[in-house]
């Protein structure tokens, strides 16, 4: 018994941190006849002046300087191909995003005035490179525009590996945020609150931020506006009797129930919503091209509602155009509740890239789903005049 208590006597003062000194008891106990065991009871008290340091409130640092997020990427975080699947990084741009939109709104209040910041929308965002099993992803996050309620947050990507030290830009995103009172329980009351201005930006980076909020402010405006239709799911019928090559032969439906771990303050997180959003496109995308894809670029992604722990999130996606080695897939999210009627959540555009043969021509049998296959047709010039633009 001496040599227990050695032991443990041992491995606590390897463990206990200095700034607290201990004191321990110990004494053999019997229980129904057992063999006596020894227990153990440890007292701490803080050293005088030691405990106030600990708790007090650290500086915080200019929004303009990023934080990092690094981690290794394991095989839970693939595709089917083995890289890293497209939702898990749009997850993790959005973990980044928030904590520095976060903090940046925390950073002179007390912690009776805290709040929360809640993903509005994410612009454009093109996936540059595959990242994969065993590099390490780093995440650079910062603020870099306020209006008085909103904020923009700018991510980049870079996927490293440590053996060849090689490492590479994969993703650029651009992510707006507002922020909400942190104990409000009913959604219909989450008003966003100000947002504390961002100091330090020149006149022309000022004029610039303003610029690119005024466009996606009447982008997001105009997307609120409009009365998204999605094509009625075809439950009566298998996918043998569906015509191949069709709209609703590739039409995709996942529903989902939100729990705990897919929040923050009981409301799902704008990464975790991105994510199964990808998840949904890809099966459309599969679906059509009979091959396996890569998500290649998403457009701006519009959040209208929140969503909050217990609810249902109801996942639709078909494809809306074609192109010889791309496929562009609309998704749209609603959710429903016990007490909260069904209503649209978000709605976006995926683009994937076939990794087999060239992909079959959409075949459009509707008015509607011809006015669908224009619209794509012009994003995807579009997409591809941007792209040519930034290679000059």
């Given at each position: 018994?001496?040599?227990?208590?050695?032991?443990?006597?041992?491995?606590?003062?390897?463990?206990?941190?200095?700034?607290c000194?201990?004191?321990?008891?110990?004494h053999?106990?019997?229980?129904?006849g057992?063999?006596?065991?020894?227990?153990?009871?440890?007292?701490?008290?803080?050293?005088?002046?030691?405990s106030?340091?600990?708790?007090?409130?650290?500086?915080?640092?200019?929004?303009?300087?990023?934080?990092?997020?690094?981690?290794?990427?394991?095989?839970?975080d693939?595709?089917?191909?083995?890289?890293?699947?497209?939702?898990t990084?749009?997850?993790m741009?959005?973990?980044?995003?928030?904590?520095?939109?976060?903090?940046?709104?925390?950073?002179?209040?007390g912690?009776?005035?805290?709040?929360l910041?809640?993903?509005?929308?994410?612009?454009?965002?093109?996936?540059?490179q595959?990242?994969?099993?065993?590099?390490?992803?780093?995440?650079?996050?910062?603020?870099?525009?306020?209006?008085?309620?909103?904020?923009?947050?700018t991510?980049d990507?870079?996927?490293?590996?440590?053996?060849?030290?090689?490492?590479?830009?994969?993703?650029?995103?651009?992510?707006?945020?507002v922020?909400?009172p942190?104990?409000?329980?009913?959604?219909?009351?989450?008003?966003?609150?100000?947002?504390?201005p961002l100091?330090?930006?020149?006149?022309?980076?000022?004029?610039?931020?303003?610029?690119?909020y005024?466009?996606?402010?009447?982008?997001r405006?105009?997307?609120?506006?409009?009365?998204?239709?999605?094509?009625n799911?075809?439950n009566?019928?298998?996918?043998?009797?569906?015509?191949?090559?069709t709209?609703?032969?590739?039409?995709?439906?996942?529903?989902n129930?939100?729990?705990?771990?897919?929040?923050?303050?009981?409301?799902?997180?704008?990464?975790?919503?991105m994510?199964?959003?990808?998840?949904?496109?890809?099966?459309?995308?599969?679906?059509?091209?009979?091959?396996?894809?890569?998500?290649?670029c998403?457009?701006?992604?519009?959040?209208?509602?929140?969503?909050?722990?217990?609810?249902?999130?109801?996942?639709?996606?078909?494809?809306?155009?074609?192109?010889?080695?791309?496929?562009?897939?609309?998704v749209t999210?609603?959710?429903?509740?016990?007490?909260?009627k069904?209503?649209?959540?978000?709605?976006?555009?995926?683009t994937?890239?076939?990794?087999?043969?060239?992909?079959?021509?959409?075949?459009?049998?509707?008015?509607?789903?011809?006015?669908?296959?224009?619209?794509?047709?012009?994003?995807y010039?579009?997409?591809?005049?941007?792209?040519?633009?930034?290679?000059?």
């Amino acid at each position: 018994m001496n040599a227990v208590k050695d032991v443990v006597r041992y491995a606590i003062s390897r463990t206990v941190s200095t700034q607290c000194k201990m004191s321990m008891g110990f004494h053999l106990r019997k229980q129904n006849g057992d063999r006596p065991f020894a227990q153990f009871s440890i007292h701490r008290r803080w050293i005088h002046g030691s405990s106030s340091r600990l708790f007090q409130r650290q500086p915080a640092l200019p929004s303009t300087v990023p934080i990092e997020l690094s981690r290794v990427m394991v095989p839970d975080d693939t595709n089917p191909l083995g890289n890293v699947h497209g939702g898990t990084t749009l997850k993790m741009i959005e973990q980044a995003g928030n904590i520095v939109a976060t903090r940046h709104c925390n950073k002179e209040k007390g912690s009776g005035n805290a709040v929360l910041t809640v993903l509005a929308r994410a612009d454009h965002i093109d996936f540059l490179q595959p990242m994969y099993v065993g590099e390490i992803s780093q995440l650079q996050a910062a603020v870099t525009y306020t209006s008085p309620r909103s904020m923009e947050v700018t991510v980049d990507v870079w996927a490293e590996n440590v053996l060849s030290g090689i490492r590479r830009h994969t993703n650029t995103a651009t992510l707006w945020y507002v922020a909400v009172p942190h104990d409000v329980e009913d959604a219909a009351k989450l008003n966003s609150v100000p947002v504390p201005p961002l100091k330090g930006l020149t006149a022309e980076e000022q004029k610039s931020g303003q610029e690119r909020y005024m466009k996606q402010k009447t982008e997001r405006l105009a997307f609120s506006m409009m009365k998204k239709s999605a094509i009625n799911v075809c439950n009566n019928c298998s996918q043998s009797t569906v015509e191949e090559c069709t709209v609703a032969a590739s039409q995709s439906a996942l529903a989902n129930i939100v729990h705990p771990s897919d929040c923050i303050d009981n409301y799902v997180v704008g990464g975790t919503l991105m994510k199964m959003m990808d998840n949904t496109a890809g099966i459309s995308a599969i679906r059509h091209c009979k091959t396996l894809t890569l998500t290649a670029c998403i457009d701006a992604i519009n959040f209208l509602e929140p969503v909050r722990n217990g609810e249902v999130m109801l996942f639709t996606s078909w494809p809306t155009f074609t192109s010889n080695r791309s496929i562009e897939v609309e998704v749209t999210c609603e959710a429903e509740g016990l007490h909260a009627k069904r209503r649209q959540v978000a709605n976006a555009f995926f683009t994937f890239v076939t990794l087999g043969d060239l992909v079959v021509p959409l075949r459009l049998r509707t008015a509607d789903e011809e006015r669908r296959f224009k619209e794509g047709l012009e994003r995807y010039i579009a997409r591809k005049e941007q792209r040519q633009k930034l290679h000059v």
